[in-house]
């Protein structure tokens, strides 16, 4: 018989302390299924938000494949469980940022981080192609230049998802993903991504919860922060991360 605690990442939801802004804590790559072709369950949903909260993460992203067939439920969901303001959805105090991770033609995943209005467009523009029709790095740019989502090229080191060989077209990405599969090739993603001119996040990839806050961002902002924001604190190499998460919990027997 075990029981598992887990140390909270440190303080209570705050993000002025004398006077600093403390840096926020984003997990940018959590999805919401194990098991893309089960149903989705609203428990699984609301098991990951406390779980986020219970971490101290101050940010949640939600990227469900877009592919799965109940993707839209889960979202519609999500909006039923949290207040927006400003266009922010929020749960009992953590900001719940909504995304999607999308597979190329060419096997390789990216991360649409933004609003759902957004999304939704992307989807519509790609046909609502469920696994039929993947698009290729181009299309999938192209679909969204004009759209306010963050671009991240997700677990770029993956074998079968090895995102290296894109090439230069990688620079039209925001980012690339340090991913908490992948951290014995943190320094490789981080020098690749130096060459190509991009900044890198981190994403725990979690798709069971208790993977949430494996790794994690910090945001050098408060919480109003928008898409344009987070890009600009990219841009100016702002934004750092951390080992976290399941690295701080123990079992005890
Ligand atoms: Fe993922």
């Excluded at 079968?160 to 908490?180: H, Q």
């Excluded at 993977?211 to 109003?224: A, E, K």
């Excluded at 922060?225 to 976290?244: A, C, D």
Aim: with cysteine.
């Amino acid at each position: 018989m075990f029981k598992i605690t887990t140390k909270v990442l440190s303080r209570p939801i705050t993000v002025i302390e004398r006077g600093i802004v403390v840096p926020l804590k984003a997990e940018i790559h959590c999805h919401v299924k194990i098991i893309g072709s089960l149903p989705f369950r609203p428990s699984q949903l609301e098991r990951r938000l406390r779980r986020a909260r219970g971490l101290g993460l101050d940010v949640l992203t939600l990227t469900e494949h877009i592919e799965v067939a109940d993707y839209w439920d889960i979202y519609d969901c999500l909006e039923s469980l949290c207040e927006k303001a400003s266009g922010v959805l929020r749960w009992q105090g953590v900001t719940v940022m909504t995304g999607a991770e999308i597979t190329l033609n060419s096997g390789q995943d990216i991360l649409m981080l933004g609003s759902l209005d957004n999304i939704r467009e992307l989807h519509r523009r790609l046909g609502r192609p469920r696994n039929a029709d993947p698009p290729g790095f181009a299309r999938l740019m192209d679909a969204s230049d004009d759209l306010d989502l963050l671009r991240v090229g997700a677990h770029p080191c993956r074998r079968g998802k090895v995102l290296w060989g894109i090439g230069s077209p990688l620079k039209r990405l925001d980012a690339l993903e340090v991913n908490a599969n992948e951290l014995s090739k943190a320094a490789y993603v981080q020098s690749q991504s130096e060459s190509l001119g991009l900044p890198v996040l981190a994403g725990s990839d979690a798709h069971h919860w208790l993977q949430i806050g494996r790794v994690y961002n910090l945001l050098p902002t408060d919480q109003s922060f928008t898409i344009p924001e987070l890009r600009q604190s990219l841009l100016q190499r702002k934004v750092s991360w951390q080992k976290g998460g399941l690295t701080r919990s123990r079992l005890i027997p």
